[in-house]
């Protein structure tokens, strides 16, 4: 070892040379911070994309069990109408939300524990019987997190009901508004949006996530209102604003998406269709005013929207 090196050893180094070693040390960290953050943003961006590949081959299965039939979002009464029925699944789940109907490719969403009877999903944050919570890994995005992060009625992915699955019984009372939906009836799977990351009754991440609502209200589909009610809104949040639950754009101001097609990708609100006020997506009725600032183009299976884009492309 070099002699004059082995004296600088022993003798230490100087304050200076110390802060000067310690400012070096901090810079590169500074540097490589934000390269470390991308990183791990966009490896979660990944695993959220997967999930969606996956819940859209779950429906593919599903399709194929079901005479090409969508599922609805929720199925609270057996489908034989009129039919004072409650409807339970093979698993057990009561009143199941779509999550459910493509247990078939995911496996149930909720682990079930041992029960003696049909039960529900009332309970939060508890798992099996009656619970609320999601144990299974598909259905849970990476970049949620928080009291929702686990919430099968509240949780990452909704589903865009209001086209495929909107088993309510808002316009006749007798009938559901848009229940089943066969997928011949969609021209353009390539353009309709099966599932995303989607918002909740809130100005972050809201409750009733479970369904996904589209830019323009689906009157021509029989659609009433949006998902969430007034009551799901979060507190001192405007209901007019948030009684609503789009996309979520969790992923580098983008939302992963599936299609009906099966394929997933990242999309941004305004290239999803939605009105946007200060970058935030906002309700649209087809006779408010902001009317012409949504379109249904990539939600309703057509591939054009006649109420928002004027004549059929």
Known sequence: MNARLTRRILRGFTLIELLV?????????????????SARDQAKASVCLANMKRLGTGIALYLNESRDKLPPFRLKNHPLEPSPEEYVNEYGRRKPRWQWFIAGATGPVISPLPFDGPFGDSDIGEGGQSGRRMTNNYFLCPSLHGEHEFDIR??????????????????????????????????????????????????????????LDPPRLATEANATHFGPGESDVSDGADPLLYAYSPAETRHQKRAMVAYLDSHAEPMRLADLGYGLEGGMAVPTDPQSARSMLATNRLWNGRGYDEIADGSEE
């Open 154 to 211: 509240n949780g990452a992915y909704g589903y865009n009901y209001q086209y495929l699955g909107n088993s309510r019984t808002d316009t006749l009372g007798t009938s559901y508004d848009n229940f089943p939906v066969g997928a011949d009836r969609l021209r353009a799977a390539s353009q309709t949006v099966l599932f995303a990351d989607s918002r909740g009754a809130g100005p972050r991440h809201g409750k009733h996530s479970y369904t």
């Open 21 to 37: 070693v310690v400012s070096i040390i901090a810079l590169l960290i500074s540097i490589l911070l934000p390269s470390l953050r």
